[in-house]
């Protein structure tokens, strides 16, 4: 259950996108004053809830009890929790449940949960009636600070992660920090990966505040909101400047072309491997090929890898529990990348901590030769 916070007003941060602008509040005790913030901003009065097994016998009753209480009719559904929720399999049930409902376009579909949920009930929100109203109430720390903003939404295919999807804007964004205090220490340490990306990006103080107050962050209070927030602005800024990923927007995939080949080739295995994991094991190799190019000093490269370890991450493919496939294998996974262009790879590499950029036109043979070497058969 999470408690309400009078006395503590929520920050904002506003994604500007013209028409289509929102706001991400966050704070504590958002889900039991959730409705009253959707009834000032929607006019619909029917919504679909969508979550998965673990957040709802949490967070499901306060949120249909807000939502009923200002007079908004709401159904649910629940999911199995995990990664392979995002599928073509549970995309169905997602869909026909919205409809069952009769969500109109006024209407909304909320998403309670981590990405998993954000995702696949962003999508469907996508699709059905060709765009439906859509509002995420993120619950793990990565959806907070990345997943629940920027309208990327879709499922996995066996060829790649989030292969098939759609751009698809939420409305409003809810991050109740209470509800980070039941997430379990792994997940909230997979989150954190994704809030040391945006200091790698182009925030090197931010990277030097998080190696000084991680602890702080962990614990709770204000330093958690805090990180947050910087995680928020920094997403906002980015997807205001570029939504559809033409230029800038890639820098958010700082880790991932890694990251999404040992996803794929852990078949999407959340005991193996959860997304933010593979990310801080792309991150740390991203700094590594980065200086093997002569583009930065191996310096940072050990300095990356010394934070995400001493947080407790995974930072080498040899972390991975179980066998790996061979690298020519994950190059695979990698060809299949969205950021591919005529064929040719493109990564997110780094003159530096904070000094990372888009590098088109990466050669194959020197990222297999790498990969290769980081995990020898
Ligand atoms: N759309 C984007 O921009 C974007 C950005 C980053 C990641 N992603 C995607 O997000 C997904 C990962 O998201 P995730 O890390 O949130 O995974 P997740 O949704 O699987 O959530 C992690 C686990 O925590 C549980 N959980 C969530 N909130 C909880 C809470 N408050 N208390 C207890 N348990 C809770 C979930 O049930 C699940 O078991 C990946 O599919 C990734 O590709 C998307
Ligand atoms: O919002 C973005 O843009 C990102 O790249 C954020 C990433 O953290 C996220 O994992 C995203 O889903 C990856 O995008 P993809 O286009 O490589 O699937
Ligand atoms: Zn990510």
């Not at 673990?54 to 009753?61: F, G, M, R, T």
């Not at 509800?179 to 790698?200: H, I, M, N, Q, W």
């Not at 997304?275 to 801080?280: L, T, Y």
Request: proline share 5%.
């Amino acid at each position: 259950m999470t408690a309400a916070h009078p006395s503590a007003a929520p920050k904002t941060v506003r994604v500007d996108l013209g028409d289509r602008s929102y706001d991400i509040l966050i704070g504590p005790g958002l889900i039991a004053t959730a409705a009253g913030e959707i009834a000032g901003r929607l006019k619909g009065r029917r919504m679909a809830v969508i979550t998965d097994a673990h957040v709802a016998p949490l967070y499901l009753e306060p949120l249909m009890a807000s939502l009923k209480a200002t007079g908004i009719e709401a159904v649910s559904l629940v999911l199995p929790a995990g990664e392979k929720t995002k599928s073509f399999e549970h995309l169905i049930p997602v869909c026909e449940a919205i409809l069952g409902a009769r969500i109109e376009r006024n209407d909304a579909v909320i998403a309670l949960g981590g990405g998993v949920i954000g995702d696949l009930t962003g999508f469907a929100a996508g699709i059905v009636r060709r765009g439906s109203r859509f509002i995420q109430i993120p619950t793990s720390l990565l959806a907070q600070v990345d997943s629940s903003v920027g309208g990327k939404t879709g499922i996995n295919s066996p060829h790649g992660k989030n292969l098939i999807g759609v751009f698809h804007q939420p409305d409003l964004v809810l991050a109740d920090t209470d509800v980070l205090d039941t997430l379990s220490p792994r997940e909230f340490r997979a989150g954190y990966a994704e809030v040391a990306k945006y200091g790698l990006i182009d925030k090197p103080d931010f990277f030097a505040w998080l190696e000084n107050n991680w602890q702080a962050v962990f614990a709770g209070g204000d330093a958690r909101i805090e990180a947050i927030a910087v995680s928020c602005q920094a997403k906002a800024d980015v997807v205001a400047a570029d939504e559809r990923e033409n230029g800038r927007r890639a820098l958010l995939n700082l880790g991932h072309t890694f990251g999404h080949a040992l996803e794929a080739a852990t078949k999407y295995d959340g005991t193996r491997l959860v997304h933010g994991e593979g990310v801080a094991i792309g991150m740390v190799l991203a700094h590594q090929f980065s200086a093997r190019m002569n583009l930065a000093s191996p310096d940072d490269a050990t300095r990356v890898e010394a934070h995400l370890k001493t947080v407790g991450l995974p930072t080498r493919m040899d972390d991975v529990p179980g066998d790996l496939p061979p690298a020519e294998k994950l190059m695979d996974a990698i060809a299949q990348d969205k950021k591919v262009k005529g064929g040719k790879l493109t990564f997110i590499l780094t003159r530096g901590i904070g000094q990372s950029f888009v590098a088109d036109d990466v050669p194959a043979n020197e990222v297999l030769r790498f990969l290769e070497e980081k995990h020898p058969k």
